[in-house]
Structures are given as C-alpha cells and as structure tokens.
C-alpha cells in the first residue's frame, strides 16, 4: 500500500531524510522511532505529499505522490502532531468540510458514529476555541478518518489525550488497520509501538538504522536479546551515533 | 527602561533585522528589494518621476484633509476600538514578563519603544511618498512625521487602556474614565452634527467647483476650529514652508506627544489579563490553527452563526474551501459595528433631510454617501477583507494534504475573499442605484452605469486579490499572515506601502483588458454607427473582463505550482 524508495530531503547542506526505502502493506502498522531530529515528521510529510522529495519516489496504492498527487491523497489521511484545526468551524462543520473535500458522499452518516467513536458527540456544535487539547487531537483525528483512508499516517497520535482517550485512541489504530489500512505510525512512546506496531523503523539523521519487527531487529544484535525495547532503542542510537562519530573522523 | 527590557529590546530587534537580511539570499526577495528600492530612489531623487501624495504637504486643503484623517483615525479608535487593550504582547512575553518583578509602566514602556521600530519604518515610507512636497530638508520632515505617528500611537494606546479599564470595572470603570469618555462622546457628536448640517452646502459648492474652498470654511468656522485645533498643531510642522515656522511649530507638536507619554505609561488599568487573555488565544490560534483567527475573531461557545448555505457532501472540493472561508469571515464579524454604521447612516439621512427637505437632493447625497465605501472597498477591500491564503497559508501542511491540485486550492482561496467582497460591494451599488432612481440629476445614466460595475467589480476584486495572494505565496516572509494586517496607526506606512505596491501591479494587469475593452467599445460604436457611449462599454465589459480572468487563469496556474513547492521554513506564524 506505502512504497518508498530512495527517499532524500535536504535542505541546503543539511539532509533530513536520506536514502530511506520501505513498504508498509494492508494491515501493517509500521512504527516510525528515532531521536529528535531524526527526520521521521519529514518522512511522514513527504509520504503525505506536503513536503516535495529531493530524490527518491513515494506510492500510496497504485500512485505515485509525485507524478499523480491528488489520487495518491485520496487514500490516505495524514494527523499531525499538532491539531490543524480552523477555528471558525465547529466540529461537526470541520467533518462535513473535509467530507466534501475528499468527497465521501454519505459523510453525513458517517459523522455521527465517528464522533460518537471519538467522544465528540455533544461537542458537535462547538468551535475549536472551546475544546480541550485532547478533543482537539481527537477532532483531527475524526477529520484524517472520515474517508476511511487506505494509508494512515500518525505523527504522534497521543499527544494530548487523557489515559482512557489513549487507550480509545490505540484500539482505534488497531482496528483501522484489522480493515485493511496501512498504518504508519510515528512516537516517541515506546510502549505505544510495541503494543500497536507490527513492525519497526529506527531513524538516526535520517537514516535508518534498524528495520523489522522486534524479533528480527534483536535477532541482529544478540547482545540485547531479552532486552526491554526502550534498551534495544537506545543500544541502537548510541551505536549510530559511535558510527557517525567514526564515520566523521575518518 | 529596565536593563532586561533594554537587552530584550535590542538582541529582538537586531535579529529581526538579520533574518530579513537573510532572507534576501533568495533571489526571488533580492530581485524584490532591488525592483522596490530602484523605484522608490527614483521617487525620491527623480524630480521628474510623479508621486501619489508629492505636493499634498504644500497645499491649505492637504493640510484640513490630513488634520481631518488623524481626527477621524483618533476618534473612531473611541467609537468603534476594541474593549482590549492596543498593546499586543506575545505569549512568550506574558509568560516570561507579567510574573517578573516589573511594573505596569515598565512593561508599557518597553511596548511604546517596542513599537517605535515600527514608526520609524513608517515615517520612511511617507518620507519616500510625500517626496518634495515642500521647501523643508527631508530630515526636518522625517522629525515632523515621527511627531505625528508617535502621537497618534500613543494616543491609541491610552485610548485602548482607558477602553479596557471601563469595560472590566462596569459602571464603576465608566465613572473613573468619565473625564475622557465625556470630552471623547462630546466631541464625536458635535463635530458629527456639525459635518452632517453643512454636508449639503458642501456638496453643492464640489459640484460648483469650489470645494475646497467651502470645505476650509467648515472647518474655519467654530466649533470645528476649536475641536481641531490639536490636531492641526499636531500636523503643523509638516506644512511649515521656512526654518523659522517649523521651530515655532514643532515644539507645540512635540509637547502634544511628551504629554500623551505620561498618560499612558502611568496608567492605572489592571491590563494584564486581558492581554494575557488574548496573547493566550492567538498562541492557542497559532499552535492549533497555524493563524486562521482573526484579531476580531471574539466568539463564546454557543454563539455560534449558522452557516450561509448548506455545504453538499458531493460537488467540487473547492466549493468547501469556499464554504470554510465565508464561514470564518462572517463569524468574525463584529455586529456592534453593523449596528453603529447603520444607526450613524439613518441619523445622517434624518438630519440631511431636515436641512434639505427634498428627497432627490436627499437620494443625491445618498448615493455620494454609498459611493465613498464603495470605492474604498475597491481600493482596501483586499487589504481588510483576507479570508484567502493569508490566513490559511500557515496551515500550509493541511492543506497540501489535501487531494487537490495547488491551483485549484489557490483559486478556490482568492475565490472566497473575492466573493465576499464582491457581495458587499454589489449591496452598496444596489442600495447606491436604488437611491438613484429618485435622483433627478444624477451624474450618469443609471442602467449602463449599473450593468458596468456588476461586470467590472468582481474582474477588479479577483485581480487584486490575486495580486494580495501571489505577495503572501512569493513573499510569506514579507506578508503578514493569519492575524490580520499590520495593525495600528504607527503601521501605517507598512499598509500604505502594500496598497501601493498593489495598485501599481493591479494597475499593470489591468492594461491588456482595458485596451480589449476600449477597442471593442470602439468597434461597437463604429458597426452601430453610434458615438461612444456608456452603452458601448456595457458591451465591451464582458469582453474585457473575459482577457482579465484569462491573464488571471495563467497566473493562478503558476501560483498553484509555487504553492505546491513553497518551503515550509519560509512560513512563520505571526509573532
């Protein structure tokens, strides 16, 4: 469903993303860890299509995001870390809005469960201004999910929310993905991508340092077997970051 | 000032000043800075080059139209200002100053000498326009302009904390403002009632040709004189003719400003958490919209305004974006300010006519009185009304990931500015042409004047609109975004460069459908064998207004590509 290949972004002399290849099929839910700075927004955004690529191709289901973008942004929905919300709209006209937009002819239908789903529904007449952090992040969410897209791109999706909203949050992202969308899924929560991710990306500026799923990444590394995550994480940052320093030197 | 004020002050406004010098390794800024220095240099050291406002510093009537501009600007920053007050914190700023152990009239201070980066870049501007408008060194004029802006600043402020204080105490906050309230509402009806009683003398001497004549005689006579005795000493220094005139004029000018200081650095308005408030509301606006509220946005849950028309699930996507925007612009509007317009407007046609006693010189005076915002929503339109890719470009990220081609987003955003406009201008020329009707002098034939605008008004709305949006694309570090434009009177500069930089591009795209339209007329006249008449040009609108969209269709094309690669680092949320 979510096919990079050679991806590349730099900006002048600084490259965010670098040679990045990886595909996330129906179903799959790929975490997207690293450090700050490690380029895992601007991979999501390059995915989306809002950030162009410097080298390398991007397809979300048959289309290529450079060569046919508004098919390619069809089938997919991006959440940002931040809630993009307008402020004048109220949350049931943000719906009805980005219905329209992607062009889901029976979004009034939709719209009641999805609120019901996202704890919105007697929220449903009011402005953003009049929403707590977390029913903000829930309305964004509401909005990437409303077309039901075939690729979900997550950045940081629970930021903001209370313990039970997340826990909402994660069965949502679960069953998303039991219907068949390839997620992928960004966070520095560790456990989060543990629980939800089938498989891994481990970034270091903007490389990747470790694909797979959890087994197979300590597979490599037999030193960190039986290792919490959070260990084999950061086992793997310090290695990259000793690689680098050699690299550098030499 | 506080030393930490001072530094605060300094290190902001010195790396405010490198990142704009940054800015111009991109060729695109540099060839701008180049373009607009080479034109305003030759404004101001090529006598021959003409300038708007060159000369309107020598005459009687520049000096009654300024006075009359800066009593206007003053008082209806009493009448129809907001409840907050004018000094703009940051949240940074409220964060880290309001618990810090300074005073209010630190913190005031630091504001008033915040905004004077600003002035002084206004008083640049007018420097460059007003050009040789009279015998006085460019210095002397610069001093004199500084005096003005300074002034009028300050007076804003304190008009805005006066304001705030009534407003947060009630009754008991009117009663300890009553001084400035009373003097304030005393004189807006005096000089209103005044104004209104010699409107039709008035007119009748500009269609004489003797306007100015009649208009310097109104305000000659008392108690205009009196009440704009401030103001005319306020704005005397840029009319002095000698050295000697402006040292005896400057110094009352000046002593107007020192006075203005004290008043409002040792204010005793408890301001903080009103600005607190609302430096939270634009963070919040900034961090969750990227900048889609509007300053006069002050909406309370519940009070929701339904929309105009009902937004079809299926149908073109870019129906919704213009759908969201004429959402947000009629939900921020202000009916306070409705209701003040159209109660000002019955008293000023009950007073008109009581004075002339007949209804076509009443519709007469009606139809100048529409004409005036007519034009000016022609000229600023686009400047005050910017629910477009102003606001929403600081949501560049959402709306990049939407699945719709970047020229379709940029027209569907120009569309929606120039549909409200459109609409407001359209009630104006309805109400204009209806008063018309009873006008048995009016000036032009009524039908073809009519038929012309409905055509022309919405081709000038959508190229100046484009011209507005292109700026803030090519330009994002340069256009102000998302909060509205530059506000305030010591801004005033900023906003009159903008104007004028963007009538001179709407201008030049205005040439190619001109010449069209002049031609067909021509041609029309000349196959019906008729002289050129209004209704030639009725023909010829469409004709011309259809080469304006096609020059229109080719730039949006462009822009849609620009927007599909504007970097995002270029996009800053206002500070």
């Not at chain 2, 408008?133 to 600043?153: D, E, K, N, Q, V």
């Not at chain 2, 008991?172 to 005096?190: D, E, K, S």
């Not at chain 2, 915002?373 to 102003?390: A, H, K, Y």
């Given at each position: 469903m979510i096919d990079v290949e050679g991806l590349t972004k730099t900006y002048g002399d600084f490259e965010a993303v670098r040679g990045l290849s990886f595909t996330v099929a129906p179903g799959e839910v790929l975490g997207l860890v690293g450090p700050n700075g490690a380029g895992k927004t601007t991979t999501l955004r390059s995915i989306a299509g809002i950030i162009v690529p410097t080298s390398g191709t991007v397809h979300v289901g048959d289309y290529d995001v450079a060569k046919a973008p508004e098919r390619a942004k069809a089938l997919l929905a991006f959440i940002p870390d931040e809630p993009q919300l307008f402020e004048h709209l109220t949350v049931e006209e943000h719906l009805r809005f980005i219905g329209r937009l992607y062009g889901v002819s029976d979004a009034p239908a939709r719209i009641e469960p999805l609120l019901v789903e996202m704890e919105l529904l007697d929220k449903r007449g009011s402005l953003p201004v009049a929403l707590s952090r977390g029913m903000r992040q829930k309305l964004a969410i509401a909005c990437g999910l409303l077309h039901s897209p075939m690729a979900l791109l997550l950045d940081e999706p629970l930021t903001g929310l209370d313990p039970a909203g997340m826990r909402r949050m994660k069965s949502t992202i679960a069953a998303r993905a039991r219907a068949g969308a390839a997620v992928v899924l960004s966070s520095h929560l560790l456990h989060l991508v543990e629980e939800l991710c089938t498989r891994l990306l481990v970034m270091q500026r903007g490389r990747v340092i470790a694909l797979g799923t959890i087994a197979e990444i300590v597979a490599e590394r037999p030193d960190l077997a039986g290792r919490a995550l959070e260990d084999v994480f950061l086992a793997l940052i310090e290695e990259g970051e000793r690689n680098d320093g050699a690299r550098a030197s030499a | 000032m506080n030393d930490a004020l001072r530094y605060l002050l300094w290190r902001s406004a010195r790396n405010r000043l490198r990142g704009q010098v940054a800015r111009l390794k991109r060729p695109r800024y540099l060839l701008a800075v180049l373009a607009g220095a080479l034109y305003f240099g030759a404004l101001l050291f090529n006598s021959r080059m003409p300038s708007p406002l060159a000369g309107s510093t020598s005459t009687a009537l520049g000096q009654l139209i300024y006075t009359t501009i800066i009593f206007f600007t003053i008082a209806s920053g009493w009448v129809l200002g907001s409840d907050r007050p004018a000094l703009v914190f940051s949240e940074a700023e409220v964060q880290l100053l309001f618990p810090a152990p300074l005073t209010r009239a630190a913190l005031v201070r630091y504001k008033v000498a915040q905004a004077q980066m600003v002035v002084l870049f206004s008083v640049l501007v007018w420097?460059?326009?007003?050009?040789?408008?009279?015998?006085?060194?460019?210095?002397?004029?610069?001093?004199?302009?500084?005096?003005?802006?300074?002034?009028?600043?300050?007076?804003?402020?304190?008009?805005?904390?006066?304001?705030?204080?009534?407003?947060?105490?009630?009754s008991?906050?009117?009663?300890?403002?009553?001084?400035?309230?009373?003097?304030?509402?005393?004189?807006?009806?005096?000089v209103g009632w005044t104004v209104v009683r010699a409107i039709p003398g008035v007119r009748s001497a500009i269609l004489a040709g003797e306007g100015g004549a009649a208009l310097a005689s109104l305000a000659s006579s008392q108690p205009l004189a009196t009440i704009l005795f401030p103001f005319h000493l306020l704005i005397a220094p840029l009319f002095a003719d000698s050295w000697k005139h402006w040292l005896f004029a400057i110094l009352p000018a000046f002593a107007l400003m020192a006075a203005h200081y004290p008043w409002v650095t040792h204010t005793d308005a408890a301001f903080e958490e009103a600005v607190a408030e609302a430096a939270a509301k634009r963070a919040r606006a900034i961090a969750d919209t990227r900048g889609t509220r509007g300053r006069r946005a002050l909406i309370a849950d519940g009070a929701v305004r339904r929309p105009w028309f009902p937004l079809e699930p299926t149908g073109h996507p870019g129906i919704a974006i213009l759908w969201k925007n004429v959402l947000a612009y009629t939900r921020a509007l202000r009916l306070r300010t409705f209701v003040i317009m159209v109660c000002a407007a019955g008293v000023v046609g009950s007073a008109v006519y009581s004075e002339v006693g007949n209804m076509s010189e009443l519709a007469s005076i009606g139809e100048t009185l529409c004409a005036i915002?007519?034009?000016?929503?022609?000229?600023?339109?686009?400047?005050?009304?910017?629910?477009?890719?102003?606001q929403d470009l600081l949501q560049l990220d959402q709306l990049r990931s939407y699945p719709l081609r970047g020229s379709a987003i940029v027209a569907a955003e120009i569309a929606s500015t120039a549909a409200i406009l459109t609409a407001m201008q359209y009630l104006l020329l309805a109400l204009a042409a209806f008063l018309a009707s009873f006008d048995v002098r009016a000036p032009v034939p009524l039908a073809p004047a009519v038929l012309i605008a409905l055509v022309v008004l919405p081709t000038l709305n959508a190229i100046s609109l484009t011209v507005a949006n292109g700026s803030a694309l090519l330009f994002p570090g340069w256009v102000r975004l998302g909060d509205g434009r530059t506000?305030?009177?010591?801004?005033m500069g900023q906003n009159v460069l903008a104007i004028f930089v963007s009538l001179i591009v709407t201008f030049v795209a205005l040439l190619l459908p001109l010449i069209v339209a002049v031609l067909i007329a021509s041609g029309v006249s000349a196959a019906a064998s008729r002289t050129l008449d209004a209704w030639a040009f009725v023909a010829a609108a469409p004709g011309g207004a259809l080469v304006a969209f096609g020059e229109l269709w080719l730039v949006i094309r462009w822009l849609g590509r620009v927007f599909a690669r504007t970097d995002l680092a270029q996009i800053e949320p206002p500070a």
């Open positions: - | 420097v460059v326009l007003l050009r040789r408008g009279g015998t006085l060194p460019f210095w002397m004029r610069a001093i004199s302009l500084w005096i003005i802006l300074s002034t009028m600043y300050l007076h804003r402020v304190g008009a805005s904390l006066v304001r705030t204080s009534a407003a947060s105490h009630g008991r906050g009117v009663r300890r403002n009553l001084i400035p309230i009373t003097i304030v509402a005393t004189v807006v009806v005096i915002p007519l034009v000016m929503l022609i000229v600023l339109g686009p400047g005050f009304v910017r629910t477009d890719l102003r506000a305030g009177i010591e801004a």
